[in-house]
Structures are given as structure tokens and as C-alpha cells.
């Protein structure tokens, strides 16, 4: 199969997975605990630079090792299959599923600021099924259509930074440094908010699970980490900046459609709705790009697991339509029986666990294959891998210490667990297996 999609769509793929209800969602709830404007700020720009450490990281992975799959086809070349499995399962079931509904049920949300009414479940659907429809055609209308939404995203993002400036008189504020900065920094309330920055910035390896579908992967996933990274980072520092800049803290306290707030403040009531809807309709580029990311992971288990198989099949274009549809089919599950903060709650911990086994893989692999041929080398190394794992083990010890994040980790971790038996059974049922190996060969 001709790989069709282009450096554009790939970086377009990154920026779009990681710009979404992270970013529209989470500030409100940050201020409930933070009243420092200069520690959020520096919240996200840390949010940023972990999730940097990680993307060039995964770039040397991405570039020695340029088949789809992310961290499936990582983690079973360099621990076991049975480990690349287990976070195949996992984003199969919930990793990007789950992302899928909380974006479909955010756009319903601002939606319904503009046409009250309607219930956001039900137009976060519509939007999913849409969106599978348009993937699942072709390269060229999905890559385009992707490209496309997320050029919009961005420059939707970039008028509202700039009409901030220019229209709107600043709150009485300062965002220099003090004490309480600090102060603020070295709080419960910092670490507990850095764990919803580090869900915003997730997506930010998003190109790898389509590396086999990348023209010259081997430069292309690398360049498409590293600036839709790189890219996203700047544009968060400075949207929350704008955020805090023109609309009271008191008015975004608590809210979820936050954005909607300083929308009002920028272009008065009507120009907030109309933003607002914007915003809704931006989102589509968040799902759109998972909805190309994950079933990439499903295709590959389909082709290792012939007990799976029914998922690998492709239209005559080579797109894996069963591998959509079923990815599509459990976030329209999730959306409608989970809340934003369940979802998020048993996601949080073991993605961020595999995210964490796949970089101490690029050391594994520096040890294990010192001879591969490494296009892209992780700069930095070995600080900047180091310093990611050590951020990630922080956040899932933070996490899982916090009362009310246990019971929704452990139901993240039994997903997991149910991933072991499946695994088994999977080399059990699969055909032509090798007695003694270390999964099925085809």
C-alpha cells in the first residue's frame, strides 16, 4: 500500500490530538485551587516542556521503527508482545475512545451556549458518526479534511489572542513572579492541576500510530512531533494568558466551557456565541484525528492476532473501515454513559503509564539494538527522557495517593488486567502460532 499521508497531516494529526478539551476545559477548574496568575502560566509552560521531553523522545522511536501502531508496535519490539498488547488494549478501549467522547461532549456543550436545548450527548454523537463517515472514505478526503480543520483551529486560536490584545482593556493583574508564586508552585492545588495540563498536552505523539501510512516516515514523524509540539505549547502559554488577561477569574471559576467567558469579554454576548459555536465546530479537527490515529492500533492487533482479523480488513482505498467504526462505536458507548470527570479519571493513569514504558524504552533499545539505524537521535539524551519519566511517575503517584482518583484507577488498571487474559487467549485462538515464541506469526 502507497503511504499517502503528508508531513501537513501528520503535524495537522498532532496538533489537532493534543488542542481540544484540554485546553477549552480545565482553566476553570484550575482557579478553584490557584490564585496566582504567574503559577498558571507556568503550569502550562511546564506542561509544555514535559510533553516536549516526551516528542523527541518518541521521535527516535518513530523514526527507527516506522510502522503504524504507536506504542503497540514499541513496546512488543522492545520488551514483549505481550506489553505492546496491553497498551494496544488499552487505547483500543479507552484511549481513544474515551478522549473521542469527552471532545464530543464538550463541542454539544458550547454548542448548546449558542442554541440552548439540545442535549450535548446528542450532538457530540452526531459529530462522531459524521466524522467516521468522512474517514473512513479515503486518504485524500480524510487527510484534506483534516488538514483543513486544523488550519482553522489554529487560526481561530490566533484571532483570539490577538483581538485579546488589541480590543480588550487587561484585568488589574500581574503576571510577574512573587512569593506566592512560589508558594503556589510547591502546592497540592499546582500538582493536582499539572495533571489536567498533562491530559492537554497528550496527543502529542499522535503521528506515530500512523507512521506506516507517512510519506518518509523516518524524517516525517520526527518533524511532526517535534513542531505540533513545539506549535501547541506556544499557542496554550499564550491562549491562557489571553484567558486571564481579559475576563474576570471569578466569572471562569468552576466552568467547564470556559473559553466562552473571555469569548464575552472580547467581542461582547452575540460575538461569544458565535465564538463559542466556533469553538464547537473546531473541535470536530480533535476527533477527526483520533478517529485517524486509533483504529491504526486496532488494524495492527487485527493483522498480528488472526483471531481479530475481521478488524484489520480495508476499503479498496486501504483504510481500516472495521477498525474505525468499532473505535467509533465504543466512544459512542462512553459518551453516553460516562461522565467527563469518570472518563478522565480512569484514562489518566494507565496512559500515562505506557506513555512512560515507551520512553524508558528509547533507553532499553540504546542498550538492546546499539547498532539500529537511528534517523532522528532524542535531543537532549538521556536528560530529557530521564526528566519525563520522573515527571510521569510523579503524576501517576500524585494521582493515585488522591482519595477519589482510586476506585476510577483501579477500573482503568482492571482494563488492563482484562487486556493479560485477552492477550492469552488471543495467542491461543490465533492460527499459526510459533510453540515457544513470543506471539503469533503469520
Known amino acids: 500500500m502507497s503511504k499517502k499521508y503528508s508531513l501537513n497531516t501528520a503535524t495537522a494529526v498532532v496538533i489537532a490530538n493534543m488542542i481540544g478539551t484540554g485546553v477549552f476545559g480545565s482553566l476553570g477548574f484550575q482557579l478553584l485551587g490557584i490564585h496566582d496568575y504567574a503559577s498558571i502560566i507556568i503550569l502550562w509552560a511546564l506542561g509544555g516542556v514535559i510533553a516536549l521531553c516526551g516528542a523527541v523522545a518518541y521521535s527516535e522511536l518513530g523514526a527507527a521503527l516506522p510502522q503504524s501502531g504507536g506504542e503497540y508496535h514499541f513496546l512488543s519490539e522492545i520488551f514483549h508482545p505481550s506489553v505492546g498488547f496491553l497498551s494496544g488494549w488499552v487505547s483500543a478501549i479507552i484511549g481513544f475512545s474515551a478522549p473521542i467522547a469527552m471532545a464530543a461532549f464538550l463541542l454539544g456543550s458550547y454548542f448548546g451556549n449558542v442554541i440552548p436545548g439540545y442535549d ?46 488589541a480590543l480588550v482593556s487587561p484585568q488589574p493583574v500581574s503576571f510577574v513572579p512573587g512569593h506566592a508564586t512560589v508558594a503556589s508552585v510547591f502546592s ?52 491562557n494568558f489571553i484567558f486571564l488577561y481579559v475576563a474576570p477569574a471569578a466569572e471562569m471559576t468552576g466552568v467547564a466551557d470556559v473559553a466562552f467567558v473571555p469569548a464575552k469579554h472580547i467581542f461582547g454576548e452575540n460575538g461569544g456565541k458565535v465564538i ?51 473505535q467509533s462505536v465504543i466512544a459512542l458507548v462512553i459518551l453516553f454513559t460516562s461522565s467527563f470527570e469518570t472518563i478522565l479519571g480512569y484514562t489518566t493513569f494507565v496512559l500515562t503509564l505506557f506513555a512512560t514504558l515507551t520512553v524508558l524504552g528509547v533507553i532499553v533499545l540504546r542498550f538492546k539494538k546499539p547498532g539500529l539505524a537511528r534517523p532522528y537521535k532524542t535531543f537532549g539524551y538521556p536528560f530529557t527522557p530521564l526528566f519525563f519519566i520522573a515527571a510521569n511517575v510523579w503524576f501517576m503517584y500524585f494521582w493515585i495517593t488522591t482519595p477519589n482518583h482510586l476506585v476510577p484507577t483501579f477500573v482503568g488498571l482492571g482494563v488492563v488486567g482484562l487486556g ?11 492460527v499459526e502460532r510459533v510453540v515457544g515464541g513470543d506471539g503469533p506469526h503469520k
Open 120 to 165: 450535548a450527548r446528542y450532538i457530540g454523537a452526531a459529530v462522531i458518526i459524521f466524522i467516521t463517515l468522512v474517514q473512513s472514505i479515503d486518504y485524500r478526503i480524510g487527510g484534506g479534511f483534516q488538514s483543513v480543520a486544523t488550519g482553522l483551529k489554529i487560526v481561530l486560536i490566533l484571532l483570539f489572542i490577538i483581538c485579546g490584545f
Open 188 to 239: 497540592g492545588a499546582f500538582a493536582a492541576s499539572l495533571v489536567f495540563v498533562n491530559f492537554a498536552y497528550s496527543g502529542w505523539n499522535a503521528s506515530s500510530y500512523i507512521a506506516g501510512e507517512i510519506k518518509t516516515p523516518e524524517r516525517n514523524i520526527p518533524l511532526s512531533i517535534i513542531a505540533g509540539t513545539a506549535i501547541v505549547t506556544v499557542l496554550y502559554v499564550l491562549l
Open 276 to 326: 463559542s459555536l466556533i469553538i464547537s465546530m473546531l473541535l470536530i479537527s480533535t476527533i477527526s484525528s483520533m478517529i485517524i490515529a486509533g483504529p491504526r492500533v486496532v488494524q495492527r492487533m487485527g493483522q498480528d492476532f488472526s483471531v481479530f482479523n475481521v478488524v484489520s480488513h480495508r476499503n479498496k482505498h486501504g483504510i481500516p473501515v472495521v477498525a474505525i467504526w468499532f
Open 420 to 430: 493479560l487474559v485477552v492477550y492469552f487467549a488471543a495467542r491461543f485462538f490465533s
